[in-house]
């Protein structure tokens, strides 16, 4: 993806407050977008196919899934996903799970403000280098 591609995100997560979040930081940036949200699995997953996101941020304690829809998410084609999660720090069991089932990075949701510029750079980075 050069400078000049959209980045198209799916956000999927329960709180209202971290899609916004989300949203905001991405509306600050040149070329990206959120261009869907999901806030449980089921509508996840209609989404995806629907929108066809380049990457996909995921939370992994939601409503109704037990945290992992990446092993749901393996069975059909998907952009990238980094997993956004409060459990997922460098290291970390729950981030080492996420990317044994195919999630291309993990980030603490956190650090999402005080780090925004690093969050949109490992966005841009997943959806990259696929």
Do not use: W, Y
Not at 52 to 63: F, G, S, Y
Not at 82 to 100: H, I, K, P, T, W
């Amino acid at each position: 993806m050069d400078s000049l591609t959209q980045l198209r995100v799916l956000v999927v997560d329960d709180s209202l407050t971290i899609r916004a979040m989300i949203d905001e930081i991405l509306s600050r940036e040149p070329n990206s977008s959120v261009v869907g949200f999901a806030s449980d699995a089921e509508e996840a997953l209609t989404l995806v196919r629907r929108l066809a996101p380049n990457v996909i941020t995921l939370d992994l304690r939601m409503p109704g899934m037990d945290g992992f829809a990446l092993e749901e998410l393996r069975a059909m084609p998907h952009a990238p996903v980094v997993v956004v999660s409060s459990e997922a720090q460098d290291g970390s069991e729950v981030s080492a799970r996420a990317l044994a089932l195919g999630a291309q990075a993990c980030f603490d949701k956190g650090a999402i403000m005080s780090r925004a510029h690093e969050f949109v750079a490992v966005l841009r980075n997943v959806a990259t280098n696929l």
